[in-house]
Nanobody, 114 residues
Framework: VQVVESGGGLVQPGGSLRLSCVVS????????ITWNRQAPGKAREWVAT???????MYPSSMKGRFTISRDNANTTVYLQMNSLKPEDTGVYYC?????????WGQGTQVTVSS
């Protein structure tokens, strides 16, 4: 199993970014994908989950601004982030957990700053 994130960058407060996570080596229809983030000096934090079949789950703190979605044709899971705040800064990681073990990507940096 391999997961590769992309789409991070520098964005101003109030802006938007869409992150991508490409999954390979495992049937995408069975993939359980989570997005997580880690801010400097803080523990890794759960952001969103996409279940097989399309169901999604978020912690209450992420609801409303972040949206996770999956594109089965391209074996890709997206994280749409709107109304970004400086505290959203961090490295965003994608992970696949449906295979029986968890596979993490290398992460993509998101910086929200004016």
């Amino acid at each position: 199993v391999q997961v590769v994130e992309s789409g991070g960058g520098l964005v101003q407060p109030g802006g938007s970014l869409r992150l991508s996570c490409v999954v390979s080596g495992f049937p995408f229809s069975e993939a359980i994908i989570t997005w997580n983030r880690q801010a400097p000096g803080k523990a890794r934090e759960w952001v969103a989950t996409s279940w097989p079949g399309g169901a999604t789950m978020y912690p209450s703190s992420m609801k409303g601004r972040f949206t996770i979605s999956r594109d089965n044709a391209n074996t890709t899971v997206y994280l749409q982030m709107n109304s970004l705040k400086p505290e959203d800064t961090g490295v965003y990681y994608c992970a696949e957990a449906g295979s029986g073990s968890t596979t993490w990507g290398q992460g993509t940096q998101v910086t929200v700053s004016s």
